[in-house]
């Protein structure tokens, strides 16, 4: 029997975990939709995994077909989108934080 990759398991586990907590798949209607939120979550926390930087990140997952079939991604520049999601993520978190 063969074992299951790490890696698509950290991200069944993670596509399981977002959908469970009901993140909207656009944060808004008039989004450009090339990437649901689903999608650009669950690469963000990809690369936090494999600890790399965006360019690189991009670049390993252009060669991981399992990867982007499993995502259901159609385009391939990752690079702008996904930092451009992070950092507005990181930017949501530090609002929601109470300050002192």
């Known amino acids: 029997m063969k074992k299951k990759n790490i890696y698509l398991k950290f991200i069944d586990e993670t596509l399981k975990i977002i959908?469970?907590?009901r993140l909207p798949l656009y944060s808004s209607k008039y989004s450009k939709q090339d990437y649901n939120q689903h999608q650009l979550m669950v690469m963000v926390l990809f690369k936090d995994y494999i600890v790399t930087d965006y360019k690189r990140f991009t670049q390993l997952?252009?060669?991981m077909y399992p990867v982007i079939d499993k995502l259901e991604l159609e385009k391939s520049s990752f690079f702008t989108i996904t930092k451009n999601y992070y950092l507005g993520y990181l930017l949501q978190i530090r609002m929601d934080t109470p300050t002192k």
């Open 61 to 63: 997952l252009e060669l």
């Open 19 to 21: 959908r469970r907590n």
